[in-house]
């Protein structure tokens, strides 16, 4: 039993760090966050900053893991009275050893796959703040504050 303060809605996702579900937690957040009539730019920008964050675990998080094995990616979004969504996207795999290092634009350990080293900067740029925390084979937790014009 929880009591629901100022929170309006919340929803827990949790699903193998596959490349298909990338566009599924997009699609999903995003309905989810319908509901709260953000503007269609709002709406675009959550979509953007999460799909971003999710595709981050699905190349970088359990890097290593040969298929059929996978880890896990774990996603919650809540929903406030106020009109702030928070959104965490967390993993359990590797963990970013320099966190600063990570979040500057350009950076990135991936290269020669073609990765630009945009990710944080977009999930920085779409959202009102956002906070990345991680544990060198523990796994990262990123977590994004966007507040609804309302
Ligand atoms: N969930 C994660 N687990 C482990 N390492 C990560 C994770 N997310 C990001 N990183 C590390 O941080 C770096 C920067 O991430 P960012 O998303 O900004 O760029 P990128 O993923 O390399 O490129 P792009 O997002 O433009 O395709 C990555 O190259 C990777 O080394
Ligand atoms: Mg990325």
Redesign the pocket.
């Given at each position: 039993m929880r009591k629901q303060g100022n929170i309006s809605n919340e929803l827990k996702i949790t699903l193998p760090a596959i490349g298909e579900n990338e566009g599924i937690c997009r699609a999903m957040v995003g309905a989810f966050v319908s509901r709260m009539n953000p503007t269609i730019e709002e709406l675009a920008d959550i979509k953007c900053a999460v799909s971003?964050?999710v595709?981050?675990?699905i190349?970088?998080?359990?890097?290593g893991l040969a298929s059929p094995e996978y880890g896990d990616i774990y996603i919650l979004v809540t929903c406030y009275r106020d009109g702030r969504v928070k959104i965490t996207?967390r993993?359990s795999?590797?963990?970013?050893p320099d966190?600063a290092?990570?979040?500057?634009?350009l950076?990135?350990?991936?290269?020669e796959?073609?990765?630009?080293?945009?990710?944080?900067?977009?999930?920085e740029n779409f959202t009102d703040k956002l906070i990345?925390s991680?544990k060198v084979g523990h796994?990262?937790k990123?977590t994004m504050i966007k507040k609804l014009r309302m």
């Open positions: 971003e964050a595709t981050n675990c190349v970088h998080a359990y890097r996207v993993d795999g590797c963990g970013i966190i290092a990570a979040r500057t634009p950076f990135t350990t991936a290269p796959e073609e990765r630009s080293g945009m990710g944080f900067s977009v999930m990345v991680s796994g990262t990123v």
